[in-house]
């Protein structure tokens, strides 16, 4: 199958308040088949913090939080969280979104899901009458270079503070796309 007929099994779906739990469960999957080696905990405490079925049902309540399954014959494979309305530094004067979050777990990668998703984000934010998408990338990860094949510029840095983190993954590019 090739990668355009697969990405078309590909269906993304918003999200409900009820839908905490599988949220929580796809989120942990997918983060734990990338992200582990990033902590001294084994990601522990960052799993605890961000991706607990009681932070999802806080955030699915927050109407600036889209949140999006990606389902794959109707099975999560990821997920996708939007903040719209999030400026971004610098670039004030402009109506920005943000993608703060967009995971797949292993098993549903190199299949395109990626870049749809990404048209997803793309269509939505436009429709929301948006100029900007941007997002925070690791600056150690591959994800860098497909954000910049997808037409993002870099535009600033930072480094994550996590105690847990082990340091030399900490830092982050900041990367925006004109719509």
Known sequence: MNQDSAATLLEIIACKPEDEKRLSDIAIRSYKD?????WHDGGDWYINHSFSPSVFKKQLKNRNHAFFLLNEKEKPVGFLKLNIDQPLNGYSQYNCIELERIYLIKAATGKGYGRQAMK?????????KKEIIWLKAMDSSDAVSFYKKLNFESCGSFHLDFQQMKTEFRGMIILMKWL
């Open 34 to 38: 990338f992200y582990l080696y990033l």
């Open 120 to 128: 997803f984000c793309f269509d939505y934010a436009r429709r929301l």
